[in-house]
């Protein structure tokens, strides 16, 4: 789940820019479109929501089951899935910021 909620917020944040481009080149229906931006935005916020819920459930069952690989494995692990976590939690406020922007602009 934590995956494909990730994959729906990289979706939404598609869908966004592409109805914003649609909506540049047709200004008669861009109302319209900013109408359905603006669900998908909120449909991107309940996906980051999914994303830190199962991603909070990832990590409380992941200290029940210890050591995997070993001690110096899992030891270089952890610190990859931090760095790899906190380039992705800038991702997603980059892109939700910048869906924002093409919204709400």
Request: net charge positive; hydrophobic share 50%.
């Amino acid at each position: 789940m934590h995956d494909f909620a990730t994959g729906c917020w990289a979706a939404t944040v598609f869908f966004v820019y592409w109805l914003e481009k649609i909506g540049s080149d047709l200004p008669d229906i861009q109302p319209l479109l900013k109408g359905i931006q603006k669900r998908f935005f909120f449909i991107s916020l309940i996906c980051i929501g999914v994303v830190f819920l199962t991603g909070f459930g990832r990590t409380v069952t992941y200290a029940y089951i210890g050591e995997v690989y070993g001690k110096e494995s899992e030891s270089l692990r952890k610190k990859m899935l931090i760095y790899k976590h906190i380039f992705l939690i800038g991702l997603f406020a980059l892109g939700t910021y910048w869906e924002y922007l093409m919204i709400y602009k």
